[in-house]
């Protein structure tokens, strides 16, 4: 199976520390993370003596933000503390800010149903807004133990298992899953939806990882080994190539 790639592009707020925005494949969903680190605790009480407080805020596409909106809220915010160094900048804040700017429509569903409507799975925005945030993080030079991607996966009625699956295929499928995996393979994060058995449960898995890693398992060295032409390029080259094409930019003055 060929891999559609994400679209990625850093540091496109200027009034933020670090930015990112964010599209993902097949779905077309975009989301926009502004990132400004660190800052003063707003309020002494949620002050950590030896670590960093970190606050996510999402924004949905056209409504006031909901239950869903504040659970991805929180799953962001612990994938991002176990992945910050946050004992390095103690009583200090993280701020993440995640606006969810354009969604699928999908005009064969009743309606032109519009994706992350009433009903609509959380996953979806789940895995795009935690990648839009570890971007930001990178940009923002945020100090962090490891990078990682998440990955967002259908299981059909028919068991067939599909990475990054459109509208109308999320709402087709029997179950859905985000998977995150680090640099050195190992699962940051995993929600599902839905029915399905162990076996489906660890196709998804195996799939998620290749996707994000372009293999099963990371080098020795904690490199990522690169999967061949025909399996697409993986999400963690996509990031190293956003990451570089900044620096290049900055190297050559540019504002963005």
Known sequence: MTQVSPQIQLHNLSSSDGSASYISPCSLQRIIAGVNYPLEVSYRSKEVPDDTYIEVNLRPHNAVAGVKEHHVEEVVRRVLKSMIRGEETPRTML???????????????????????????????????????????????????????????AVSKSRETNIWPSLKERKMAKSLHVFAYGRNAEMLLCESEGEFIMDEWERAAMLAKRAVLGTDDAGQDGDVEMAGEDDGRCLMSEIRDAVQARVVRDGMGGDQ
């Not at 032109?112 to 990648?131: F, W």
């Open 95 to 153: 701020q993440c800010t995640l606006q969810v700017m354009e969604v699928e429509n999908d005009e064969s569903l009743p309606g032109g149903v519009k994706g992350g409507g009433q009903g609509e799975s959380y996953l979806e925005m789940l895995c795009g807004g935690l990648n839009a945030a570890i971007l930001g993080c990178l940009d923002a030079g945020v100090q962090m133990r490891t990078v990682a991607g998440a990955v967002l996966v």
